[in-house]
């Protein structure tokens, strides 16, 4: 027998689905029959939902009438698309030549040890959310991350630690 707040769980649903269905065909209506609009229409829902979730990759190929190969062959192409909800807390670690030649790797690699030992203390899986990024013109600082927005560069791995808590802090 269902209760109350079953049904009530189960309207709010079938609420947000309506809802992203309407936002899908207003997105794709915005650009229809303009060159490229897959691409546009992907950046506007990345924009809405922070990634391109399936469901909505689902409505949008129902909408355009094309294949969902074809919405997935552009996600993933392009660095930019997301298939994943990203962190509270976004670290982007630059890799062009100078920060890669400065030890790059080395920070990608103790960031993401650093976030399975936090994880394993109880900090939630996915509150950061890293990426390695081509350049982030701050070649000077390099090897350089951009976390949240501010700049933390001439950084080892050692530095990486306290970088996360200070984050986490605020």
Known sequence: MKTKSAD????SLLDWVEGMRKRVREIAREWEGREGNLIMILHAIQNEFGYVPRGVANELAREMGISMARIYEVITFYHYFRLTPPGSHTVQVCMGTACYLKGAEKLHGELE????LMEASGV????????????IGCCGMAPAVV???DTHGRLCPDAVKDILKRKRGK
């Open 124 to 135: 939630r899986k996915g509150e950061f959310h890293v990426e390695n990024v081509r350049c």
């Open 113 to 116: 040890r650093q976030l399975k």
């Open 147 to 149: 976390m949240d927005g």
């Open 8 to 11: 009530a769980e189960l309207g």
